[in-house]
């Protein structure tokens, strides 16, 4: 029996013995010092959050105003003139009039007066300035809209007062809806009203 065994062994050996180099697996392996060094990132500019603003002018001789908010900065050029039956608001500059569809959101038709009315009074003689959603088609164009002076953004107040649902899509400021639209639910305004 172990005269077998011998033999077989001696076949495995024999076998592996024949082969050569060039038909074993090849493998590279490399010291840590043959890579680059590994580079830190540098740290992201320091961002505000949708709740901390600052505000600064443009330069000397100008009237814009030049208004940071979260994500948002950019200039207060816009007038209000109004908002239509399909929620399309009209807003003025120095180069005429278009119409705007609000990014983000819905106006449901339960509070759409409402929101209408809303709307108008924060909008109303106010500055404004407009961040158009990247991927907005059509001649009313998608933006997210911002009262300069309460430094806020009008599509998420309307969330936030029950006024509008955030809709499915992309959307440039996803999470503040979304926070805001958290808000409105917890607190059971507007469309989100608990009946009694």
């Known amino acids: 029996m172990s005269a077998i ?25 490399k010291r ?18 949708d709740s901390a603003v600052t505000e600064s002018a443009v330069s000397a001789g100008t009237d814009l105003t030049l208004v940071e908010v979260g994500g948002f900065s950019g200039s207060c050029d816009l007038t209000f003139s109004g ?15 278009r119409g705007y569809r609000l990014a983000g959101i819905a106006i449901p038709p339960q509070t759409r007066a409402e929101a209408h009315a809303q ?12 961040e158009i959603e990247g991927s907005s088609p059509g001649i009313d164009r998608a933006v997210y809209v911002y009262r300069c002076s309460a430094k806020s953004m009008v599509n998420a107040e309307l969330v936030r007062a029950g006024l509008a649902v955030v809709v499915d899509g ?20 507007g469309v989100w009203g608990r009946k009694k």
């Open 119 to 130: 709307l108008r009074s924060w909008l109303d003689k106010e500055e404004i300035g407009i």
């Open 5 to 29: 065994r011998t033999i077989a062994a001696v076949m495995i050996l024999a076998t592996l013995a024949a082969c050569g180099p060039s038909e074993r697996p090849k493998f590279k392996i």
């Open 170 to 189: 992309p959307s440039l400021h996803r999470d503040a809806l979304n926070r805001a639209s958290m808000e409105a639910l917890t607190a059971g305004r």
């Open 83 to 97: 908002i239509n039956d399909q929620d399309v608001l009209a807003l003025a500059d120095a180069s005429g009039l």
């Open 32 to 49: 840590a010092s043959d890579f680059e060094p590994i580079m830190q990132p540098a740290p992201p500019p320091a961002t505000t959050t």
